[in-house]
């Protein structure tokens, strides 16, 4: 592996089953009385977060806990980010402090690869612009994989705003890279051009993909997509994509349903599919400590030390 | 005073004399090219390298008055002729705008004391640039500008962009067009397509410049105004302008070294100085515009050349303002990028630097005949070096050809008779 985690792009296959056999030990500790081991000790993690976030920046920081190492988080609206500071003056910040990963979740494409340019840190990406979200597709991978046994040749469909997504553009690399094919739907002015050629299919009214869906993923509709004039409004999006138990039922019995939070309950998903029992969001987010344990783990070098570590 | 430069070989695409030759100059104007007497005269011995017009770049930004952090009358046109440019063009997107006369004659009166080659403006279209009322352009052709534009905020407004074509006719100067419809690129950074859609960047498609050059054009037949397109990009302006000079409109165009020799995968690394306006489009638009360069169609090579503070560059993509620095470069990279792989002849190029340009905007520039403006560049086409842009004589940086390896040196710049720039040094 790289020595920094920014794009799902550029990984391969061996990297991602790695990563995910790696997650695979790990989940063993969470049911241990005491769920810590000591393979980061002494290491600083720095969670670096310019925008709002409740479940990523609280999984790094837990996972990073775990593997002992010690946490600094850094919440953009509380630091000297408000009085102007850079982010280049930032990430110098953190250096100065010896903080050897960074985990970054940023308003713009391409702000990890440059915060990696300010230093000898590790940088892994929480979230990028429109850019990629990484971790969040290793989590969704390990999901899938843990309910039904495989990546290669499920059928996966992604709804929702696809061109303001970095879940879905992690997905879409991760999931083809491993096998899986990939169905994006979504209204076509949520579609970037040439969506296509990343190797999905692309539909734009949810009946297409009825019949073999193995894995229905659903991404937020945020409500400053109705001002850009990508929608007319949140309501006819819930009319049209909406998943409620009407259309559920018309899917195959067992789809799972997945989605990466925060959910927008009335809007892609309706409370009944969220409470219900073919959606694994809770699951996600247990799956997400552990692929975060993995990601730190396996760029501080552990290898041929994973039991050695977890033992 | 007479300098006698022996032994150059000669491009002169506006005249007709080539092969090796000795040029007098006397009292700021070209007195000779042949075998004149070296009588009185200082000799510079140009042995080797090849003579041509001094270069001119209509499209530039000195960032005077306003911006001086940036880049200054004097930086500028430093930079100008090191990069063997004695004529420019400046943009008026300063602060205050240049959208009057006395602001022209602020800039006017600052070349004049920095005293390198010669600075022409082109004036705003309209007051502040803000598209609503005409600037006084009659004032400012008292401060000699040779074009209006509104460069960086296109006129939105078709009717107002209808009366400038209209009221420019009276002066015989061109509008200028920054073609780009505002709405259309959105809040976008880059080019729309497989690479935006790849790493995920909010896009500009190709196309909000293609309706503003076809509205442009279509305004310019109306009016039968002379209309400058600047720094098109795209293989659907290339093809809109060469239909509008078919039917004889009174249209020309320009294209930027970087969009001859980059596209938008340069984006892909997140290097800020790719952020420019119009944004490094695809392969096909990039084959497009050589292809339009080399059937004529394209008038001139323009730099664009927009310094930034380095502080200013060193943010996030989003972040970053468009625009980066070619004065220093555009020779070499041309040379390199297109001479040197056999998609153009040098000759072509520099009559896309020097006499093209000057027609396009009616500049008395662009040429060695007798009696012209004494501007040489003397270069080695041969000579490499690496572009290293902490040492550009411009205040800026934002160079996407930092670290190239490149052909090309300019060896020495004369302006009105007086060599300026030689051996890598201010004389």
């Known amino acids: 592996m790289d020595r ?8 391969d296959k061996e990297d991602i089953t790695k990563i995910l056999d790696q997650s695979k ?4 500790i969470l049911d241990r009385p005491i769920k810590k081991v000591p393979a980061l000790r002494g290491k600083v993690v720095v969670t670096l977060f310019f925008e709002p976030s409740t479940r990523t920046r609280m999984s790094f920081e837990l996972a990073a806990k775990m593997l ?3 946490v600094l988080n850094f919440a953009a609206s509380t630091s000297s980010a408000v009085k102007g500071e850079s982010l280049k003056d930032t990430a110098l910040t ?5 903080a050897d990963y960074i985990v970054v979740r940023h308003t713009h494409t391409g702000a990890p690869e ?3 340019k300010q230093g000898d840190f590790r940088v892994i990406n929480g979230g990028d612009g429109f850019g990629e979200h990484p971790t969040q597709a290793l989590l969704d991978l390990f999901t899938i994989r843990q309910k039904l046994g495989r990546l290669e040749g499920l059928n996966v469909a992604i709804m929702g705003d696809i061109a303001h997504s970095r879940v879905a553009r992690s997905n879409i690399f991760a999931l083809t890279k491993m096998g899986a094919n990939v169905r994006l739907v979504a209204p ?6 040439n969506i296509e050629k990343l190797g999905a299919q692309v539909h734009y009214r949810p009946d297409a993909i009825f019949e073999d869906t193995d894995v229905l993923y659903l991404l937020r509709v945020q409500t400053e997509r109705q001002k850009d004039s990508l929608l007319p409004s949140l309501k006819e999006y819930a009319e049209l994509f909406g998943v409620n138990g009407d259309l ?12 990466p939070g925060p959910i927008n309950r009335g809007v892609e998903i309706s409370h009944d599919v969220a409470d219900g029992n073919d959606t694994y969001i809770e699951e996600q987010v247990r799956n997400g400590l552990v692929v975060r344990m993995a990601v730190l783990y396996l760029l501080e070098g552990g290898k041929e030390a994973a039991h050695e570590a977890v033992n | 005073m007479k300098l006698l430069i022996k032994g150059a070989e000669i491009i002169d695409p506006a005249g007709k004399i080539a092969g090796r030759n000795d040029i007098l100059v006397e009292d700021g104007v070209i007195r000779e090219i042949g075998k004149p007497s070296a009588a009185g005269a200082e000799v510079l011995d140009a042995s080797g390298l090849k003579a041509a017009p001094g270069l001119v770049d209509i499209h530039v930004h000195f960032r005077d008055p306003g911006y001086e952090y940036k880049e200054n009358v004097a930086t500028g046109l430093r930079a100008a002729a090191a990069g063997g440019f004695t004529s420019v063009v400046c943009m008026p997107n300063t602060k205050p705008d240049i959208d009057t006369k006395s602001v022209a004659k602020y800039v006017n009166d600052k070349a004049r004391a920095a005293g390198l080659g010669r600075l022409f403006i082109a004036g705003a279209i309209s007051k502040k640039r803000e598209g609503a009322e005409l600037a006084e352009i009659g004032d400012m052709m008292n401060e000699g500008i040779v074009a209006v534009t509104d460069d960086g905020n ?3 407004n078709a009717q107002l962009m209808r009366r400038a074509l209209e009221y420019t006719k009276m002066f015989g100067i061109p509008v200028m067009s920054h073609a780009e419809d505002k709405n259309l690129a959105g809040a976008g950074v880059m080019n729309e397509g497989m690479v935006s859609t790849t790493i995920g960047m909010r896009p500009i498609p190709k196309e909000a410049e293609t309706v503003m050059v076809l509205r442009d054009i279509e305004l310019a037949a109306l009016t039968g105004g002379r209309l400058h397109l600047t720094h098109i990009s795209s293989a659907e302006s290339v093809d809109a302008v060469r239909r509008a000079k078919a039917r004889g409109l009174r249209v020309t165009c320009d294209v930027t070294p970087h969009h001859l020799v980059l596209t938008d995968e340069s984006v892909m690394g997140f290097d800020t100085a790719t952020k420019v306006n119009p944004p490094l489009r695809a392969e096909s638009d990039r084959r497009a515009l050589v292809a339009g360069l080399l059937d004529g169609t394209i008038d001139a090579i323009a730099s664009d050349h927009a310094p930034h503070a380095v502080h200013e560059k060193e943010v996030s993509y989003d972040d970053a303002p468009f625009g980066l620095v070619g004065l220093e470069t555009t020779l070499a990279v041309l040379v390199t990028r297109l001479v040197e792989t056999g998609a153009a002849p040098l000759e072509l190029l520099i009559s896309k630097l020097t006499a093209g340009p000057a027609a396009a905007l009616g500049l008395n520039a662009g040429s060695l005949a007798p009696g012209a403006p004494a501007d040489i560049v003397l270069f080695d086409p041969a000579a490499e070096w690496t572009v290293d842009s902490s040492k550009f004589f411009s205040k800026g940086r934002n160079c996407p050809f930092n670290g190239w390896r490149v052909r090309g040196r300019v060896a020495a710049t004369v302006a009105a008779g007086n060599i300026v720039f030689k051996d890598g040094a201010f004389v």
Do not use: C, Q, W, Y
């Open chain 1, 248 to 259: 559920l039922s018309k899917f195959k019995k067992d789809v799972i349903v997945m989605h």
């Open chain 1, 114 to 116: 440059f915060i990696a």
């Open chain 1, 68 to 70: 002992s190492a010690d």
């Open chain 1, 25 to 28: 030990v790990f989940l063993e």
């Open chain 1, 94 to 98: 953190m250096k100065a402090l010896g």
């Open chain 1, 188 to 193: 076509p002015t949520m579609l970037p051009v």
């Open chain 1, 4 to 11: 920094n985690l920014i794009r799902i792009r550029t990984l």
């Open chain 2, 154 to 156: 296109p006129v939105m």
